[in-house]
């Protein structure tokens, strides 16, 4: 299986000049823990994540060491610290060595490279440019599924681009935030609906493509803040 297979797209994204309370409003609003940083030529530039706003002032929870173990430590990483803790937008926060993939990278070398580097997510970039992103979960969705990591049946695959494709032309589904999945014919949908009518209507989509044979929803529903 590649990564086109399981990947998110289209992508939330942030600018650099993003603040960061929007970005944390983002992480609430949207039920997600990271999002790609993009220029205003659309390269990317870093990645922002739970991780990145985990030290923050406003929490009470910046780095606090004992004065002798912080006079071992080299001012420029207390001066970064610093920043990190108390800059307002995500150019101040942001991780900027930004590890990615690629659409057809096998999902094997994607696991392999996420517990290397100890990371969560790989942007997917083709050309240079951002078209997707995988993450732990896309994995962990593909094994619930009942498949192993190895390439998916061009059938299958048609099946997944078809239904996202019909979606994605329909101004009421977010597409950002669902996940298709299919296996000999089934389908299996994850992520978030904004409302029980779009949760329903992404079935129902879902159910009408060509090929399918049983729709499995595990749709959450985020409505009036609260979740179903």
Avoid: C
Avoid at 23 to 46: Q, Y
Avoid at 59 to 80: K, M, P, V
Avoid at 202 to 215: L, N, Q
């Amino acid at each position: 299986m590649l990564v086109r297979d399981v990947m998110i797209s289209p992508v939330i994204t942030v600018k650099p000049s993003t603040t960061v309370e929007e970005v944390a409003r983002l992480f609430l609003d949207k039920r997600i823990s990271a999002a790609p940083v993009l220029d205003d030529t659309g390269k990317i530039v870093g990645i922002v994540s739970e991780a990145d706003l985990l030290h923050r002032v406003e929490a009470g929870t910046e780095r606090q060491r004992s004065w002798w173990l912080q006079a071992f430590i080299q001012n420029d990483t207390l001066a970064t610290e610093y920043v990190k803790a108390h800059g307002r937008k995500v150019s101040d926060v942001m991780t900027r060595s930004v590890i990615a993939t690629a659409p057809d990278t096998p999902l094997h070398e994607v696991a392999t490279s996420m517990e290397k580097n100890a990371i969560k997510r790989l942007p997917v970039l083709e050309n240079g440019q951002l078209v997707g992103i995988v993450s732990r979960s896309n994995l962990l969705q593909a094994v619930a599924t009942g498949r192993k990591l190895i390439e998916m049946t061009p059938s299958d695959q048609d099946i997944r681009e078809r239904i996202l494709s019909s979606l994605r032309k329909e101004p009421w589904a977010h597409t950002g935030l669902l996940n298709v999945t299919v296996s000999d014919g089934v389908v299996d949908l994850w992520g978030v609906a904004e409302s029980k009518a779009e949760r329903k209507a992404i079935k129902v989509a879902a159910e009408a493509a060509a090929g399918v044979r049983a729709v499995n929803d595990n749709l959450v529903t985020y409505s009036g803040g609260t979740w179903a």
